[in-house]
């Protein structure tokens, strides 16, 4: 029988410190982008590409992240009193959003040891890690482009993107070998890949962004793992553990990509995003055009 893949992670306890001091007593993944916060928008993702269960990784001063997908009795009775039915249809669909698990990472010891922590809820099955950071704007959401290449494949997927020049140091970089131009030329199988390279040293212009689907091995090896410098461990360094036993794909995604953890990126969400709303952006596009730029 293939694997399926039914459960997301987004790891999102970490501590938002380039978005300080919005994020000293607000969760990153809350902040709005529009009139969503940053994770509703992966969360979307997710359940549109055939996801059932989000488990999400939270850590201290997470709990509004927990109280935004529950149900808000007092508010939706409000609502209702009210006759407000479009607004009490938009609250009541955050909570509809199937089922959501959430699990503690006590302290913030790296991406790899978030994953971990979602062990036990994941179990024995492929699963997809979502960093809620990165928006991703795409005709077919980006996690079901990835889906239909797990489902061929039965491996490792990671996301990637070109990026061009110094840029590329900020991430993780991927050597790859094309896989015989299937996915219209988007697919690579990886050799090897490496944790924020200077420029010079980057093996490629392929850029790990925040969209994996992982096959459950990946715990074992985590869990192994040693923590690095600083107490971190880095799901790059149980990837490429991963990657001497299994074959992992890099595939190049079709869509526009934002980082939203970061304050530029944050803005230009804000005002693309806002441009595409219906009810918004005609009027948004306006205001824009009368500024002295
Ligand atoms: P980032 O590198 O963006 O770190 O983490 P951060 O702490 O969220 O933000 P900055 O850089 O300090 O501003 C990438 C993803 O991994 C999660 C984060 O929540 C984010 O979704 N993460 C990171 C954890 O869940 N736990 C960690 O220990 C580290």
Wanted: hydrophobic letters at 40%.
């Amino acid at each position: 029988m293939p694997m399926k893949v039914c459960k997301a992670v987004f790891p999102a306890a970490g501590l938002g410190t380039r978005f300080l001091p919005a994020t000293k007593a607000q969760p990153k993944e809350m902040l709005p982008i529009v009139d969503k916060p940053i994770i509703q928008y992966g969360v979307e993702e997710a359940l549109a590409a055939g996801c059932d269960q989000i488990i999400i990784v939270t850590g201290r001063g997470k709990q509004s992240i927990e109280d935004h997908f529950d149900v808000s009795y007092e508010l939706e009775k409000m609502l209702e009193e009210r006759k407000k039915t479009d607004l009490l249809k938009i609250v009541h669909s955050i909570s509809d959003m199937i089922h959501m698990a959430y699990v503690r990472q006590k302290e913030a010891l790296g991406l790899g040891h978030a994953v971990l922590m979602a062990r036990e809820l994941v179990g024995q099955e492929a699963f997809a890690v979502l960093l809620a950071d990165d928006i991703i704007d795409a005709q077919e959401p980006c996690l079901k482009q990835m889906m239909r290449v797990f489902e061929e494949t039965q491996c490792s997927v990671i996301a990637t993107q070109v990026v061009e020049g110094p840029a590329i140091s900020a991430y993780g970089v991927l050597d790859v070998k094309p896989a015989d131009g299937r996915f219209d030329g988007r697919l690579f199988e990886i050799n090897s890949m490496v944790e924020k390279p200077k420029p010079e040293d980057a093996p490629s212009n392929l850029a790990i962004i925040g969209r994996y689907i992982l096959t459950p091995r990946v715990f074992e090896i985590l869990a192994s793992t040693p923590h690095g410098s600083g107490g971190e461990l880095q799901l790059t360094d149980g990837l490429m553990a991963l990657l001497r036993e299994q074959r992992i794909y890099a595939y190049v995604y079709e869509g526009r990509r934002y980082d939203a953890g970061d304050k530029l990126g944050f803005l230009k969400a804000t005002v693309e995003l806002a441009l595409k709303r219906e009810e918004l952006g005609d009027k948004f596009r306006e205001y824009l055009k009368g500024l002295k730029l």
